[in-house]
């Protein structure tokens, strides 16, 4: 199980900084619950790999075996209505803890994307250097470009069990293209021309920014749980449970060598 967390996105480390500044603004303890269910979106998926379970988070929580616009979209939107809680099942109106425990789920994903998937490779390949969230490039017009423009990678995330259609000998899954790896390099898709250190601080502030912007749809929809986040006080039972998990999280991280 621990060497599963090797393979799942950005190393735990960074999901737990990124979640922490785009919390920066919520009590202690809501910024805990927010890093924890962001945290353990990895924790969970590894067990789900480990058993096998087709309805694990590591196929719907990561933007994996996505080799179209419309995959790409529908994990967006997937990972949006976690926070906006527009199936049946949940709630409208999510308790503060609820909210937070969405927000932390849905970081997960929107970061993981950025760490998973060429969108900064096409970004500056296109020549634009600036982070740019999902919405200013998943239109049909700007896909097609990137296809046209690229013409043997498209934009795509990482292949956790397939290997995308079309691309050739280039190899490209789940444990190459991820950014905090070596394995993805220059040489042999960029062109040499795009350095994996600058792709790696490209796809956090990009990842950042989506944080901050699921965190705004979240105030959008639920003002008053948003707000009351700021001030947000866990029971004493609560909290020493997410203060360990997050210690269980960041242990079985540590030990496989994948905190940061
Ligand atoms: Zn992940």
């Known amino acids: 199980m621990l060497a599963l967390l090797a393979i799942l996105g950005f190393e735990l480390g960074y999901h737990r900084d990124l979640s922490a ?11 805990r619950i927010i890093v924890n269910a962001n945290l353990f979106v990895d924790v969970k998926s590894a067990v789900g790999l480990l058993l096998r379970r087709k309805s694990s988070p590591v196929y719907d929580q990561h933007f994996d075996d996505c080799f179209s616009l ?53 970004l500056s390949m296109n020549g634009e250097v600036e982070p740019v969230t999902h919405s200013e490039i998943m239109t049909e017009a700007r896909f097609t470009t ?10 795509m995330s990482g292949a956790y069990f397939e290997q995308p259609p079309d691309i050739g000998t280039v190899e490209l899954h789940h444990r190459t293209l991820n950014k905090d790896k070596p394995l ?77």
């Open 184 to 260: 993805i390099s220059g040489e042999y898709i960029y062109d040499g021309r795009l350095d994996r250190s600058t792709m790696h601080d490209r796809a956090l502030a990009c990842a950042s920014r989506e944080s901050e912007r699921l965190n705004s749809l979240a105030a959008e929809h639920h003002p008053e749980a948003f707000k009351a986040l700021a001030t947000y006080r866990s029971g004493l039972g609560e909290r020493m449970l997410e203060i360990i998990k997050y210690w269980f999280a960041r242990s079985a991280a540590t030990i496989s060598g994948h905190w940061r």
């Open 70 to 122: 419309a995959d790409h979209r529908q994990r967006w939107s997937e990972t949006e209505h976690r926070i906006v809680g527009t199936h049946t099942l949940d709630s409208a109106a999510p308790s503060v803890m609820e909210l937070a425990r969405r927000l932390g789920s849905a970081h997960h994903s929107g970061q993981d994307y950025y760490a998973h998937s060429n969108h900064v490779e096409h």
């Open 21 to 31: 500044t785009a919390s920066a603004g919520f009590s202690k303890d809501a910024r």
């Open 146 to 155: 990137i296809r046209t423009r690229w013409q043997t990678v498209g934009l």
